[in-house]
Nanobody, 126 residues
Framework: QVRLMESGGGSVQAGGSLRLSCAAS????????MGWFRQVPGKEREGVAV????????EYADSVKGRFTISRDNAKNTLYLQMTSLKSEDTAMYYC???????????????????WGQGTQVTVSS
């Protein structure tokens, strides 16, 4: 099982930027689809951005397109989420996750992901 640990969350004003990091415990992570998800209390967890195992293809939620960028550094076993032009509605707990079933197309659906980190809080004030 891949162990994942997020960092980089914090409080920022609207219009600001943050970069989240997700460190994996082993290089096996480099072979999995990886994604960022977020959740606010009382709502379902939603997909934000996902990156395929090869790092070539990505998919974003409509609400973050043009503002967020997902990337990975396999040499460091780390996944990133660069967030710019942050809005108050981006406030949430952000999680990274790994999908070990790389034979299937990557997806923004949280139910398809196997391993999860503990999350990092992002708060955007207007």
């Amino acid at each position: 099982q891949v162990r994942l640990m997020e960092s980089g969350g914090g409080s920022v004003q609207a219009g600001g930027s943050l970069r989240l990091s997700c460190a994996a415990s082993e290089a096996t992570y480099n072979t999995y689809h990886m994604g960022w998800f977020r959740q606010v209390p009382g709502k379902e967890r939603e997909g934000v951005a996902v990156l395929d195992s090869g790092g070539w293809a990505s998919e974003y939620a409509d609400s973050v397109k043009g503002r967020f960028t997902i990337s990975r550094d396999n040499a460091k076993n780390t996944l990133y989420l660069q967030m710019t032009s942050l809005k108050s509605e981006d406030t949430a707990m952000y999680y990274c996750a790994a999908d070990r079933e790389i034979w299937r197309r990557m997806t923004l659906s949280p139910t398809e992901y196997d391993d999860w980190g503990q999350g990092t809080q992002v708060t955007v004030s207007s």
